[in-house]
């Protein structure tokens, strides 16, 4: 398993933007998929967006047009770009990691983002 620790969360006013940021413990190159998940109060996690090596990323309705996830292989880190944030995107931010397509899966503790109205 990858050890995962996400940071970059906060405060924001809606429309403004947040870039969250999730460093695995080791090379991120060959990882099967990497993404990340959300939980608002009260709802269940929820995909957000995920890369799968050598594929397309894939997103959420939500946020098309307005999130984007990246990884930066030399910093083995994966980012969540969040644009035009909203009041409904408020809920703690989760990374997620599995190192090949039958491997456990990795989970961050979170990071909590809350967009103000």
């Known amino acids: 398993q990858v050890q995962l620790v996400e940071s970059g969360g906060g405060l924001v006013q809606a429309g403004g933007s947040l870039r969250l940021s999730c460093a695995a413990s080791?090379?991120?190159?060959?990882?099967?998929?990497m993404g990340w998940y959300r939980q608002a109060p009260g709802k269940q996690r929820e995909l957000v967006a995920r890369?799968?090596?050598?594929?397309?990323?894939n997103y959420v309705d939500s946020v098309k047009g307005r999130f984007t996830i990246s990884t930066d292989n030399a910093k083995n880190t994966v980012y969540l770009q969040m644009n035009s944030l909203k009041a409904v995107d408020t809920a703690v931010y989760y990374c997620?990691?599995?190192?090949?397509?039958?491997?456990?899966?990795?989970w961050g503790k979170g990071t909590p983002v809350t967009v103000s109205s």
């Open positions: 997620n990691a599995r190192s090949t397509p039958t491997s456990v899966e990795s």
């Open positions: 080791r090379s991120i190159f060959s990882i099967y998929t």
């Open positions: 890369m799968t090596h050598g594929g397309n990323p």
